[in-house]
């Protein structure tokens, strides 16, 4: 089954304690990205990577990290959180060229984060 | 910069009703547009997308979408709605002529269709 793996679904943790939330998709698309979801402010992109080892800035990207070392997987790291960034976070994948501009994203089924 | 607005934070209807839900946008050239639902503790679905062509497009659960360039508008609309039409669903744009660009997000409305 096509399907975009995000982990953990639910996370408490405390202020400045590292985390990272995987990301892994199985339908080899070039494309992925990470976004947030924020009552009031819908989905805002934190991150985005084309392929292996390229990324870049999103809308949101302080606070935040990634890395691209394989075309499957996107983790999102969170060196040291903070209350601000306790949020309902979204990996989302598709292919590139004509169809990243046209064609959907596949999103995964969410993290919700909270930092204390 | 390309911006998308919805313009209603929640849409009430009675189930077997017409159902409406508004967005509008601004880009630079011209938008490729979609739809996404959103289902309590899911991720998003892809509903429908206007890229070319024929302005009313349909899409999934018997949805479809109308774009109006004059209005710069791309209502999400279906004929008779559904209980299990309540969620929460986005509006979203890319321009088609800036090269890569982002996909930019409505802030969602709520929809809640009542038996």
């Known amino acids: 089954e096509a399907q975009v793996t995000q982990n953990p679904r639910y996370l408490i943790t405390v202020t400045g304690k590292k985390l990272t939330v995987t990301c892994s998709q199985n339908m080899n698309h070039e494309y992925m990205s990470w976004y947030r979801q924020d009552p009031g402010l819908g989905l805002r992109q934190i991150y985005y990577s084309m392929n292996v080892e390229v990324t870049d800035k999103g809308d949101v990207p302080e606070g935040y990290k990634v890395s691209r070392k394989e075309k499957r997987n996107f983790p999102l790291i969170l060196e040291s959180p903070s209350p601000n960034q306790t949020s309902l976070y979204f990996c989302?994948?598709?292919?590139?060229?004509?169809?990243?501009?046209?064609?959907?994203?596949?999103f995964g089924e969410g993290s919700r984060l909270t930092v204390l | 910069a390309q911006s998308v607005a919805q313009p209603e934070d929640q849409v009430n209807v009675a189930e077997g009703n017409p159902l409406t839900v508004k967005c509008t946008y601004s880009?630079?050239?011209?938008?490729?547009l979609f739809w996404y639902v959103q289902y309590p503790n899911r991720g998003l679905q892809f509903l429908l997308k206007?890229?070319?062509?024929?302005?009313l497009v349909k899409g999934s659960y018997g949805f479809e979408a109308e774009f109006n360039k004059s209005q710069t508008s791309f209502h999400l609309k279906k004929p008779s709605a559904l209980v299990s039409d309540s969620a929460l669903y986005f509006c979203a744009v890319r321009d088609m002529g800036s090269g890569y660009s982002t996909l930019t997000f409505g802030k969602g409305t709520m929809l809640l269709v009542s038996p």
């Open positions: 989302a994948s598709s292919l590139v060229g004509l169809a990243l501009s046209t064609g959907e994203l596949f």
């Open positions: 206007y890229i070319t062509g024929d302005n």
């Open positions: 880009v630079s050239g011209n938008p490729y």
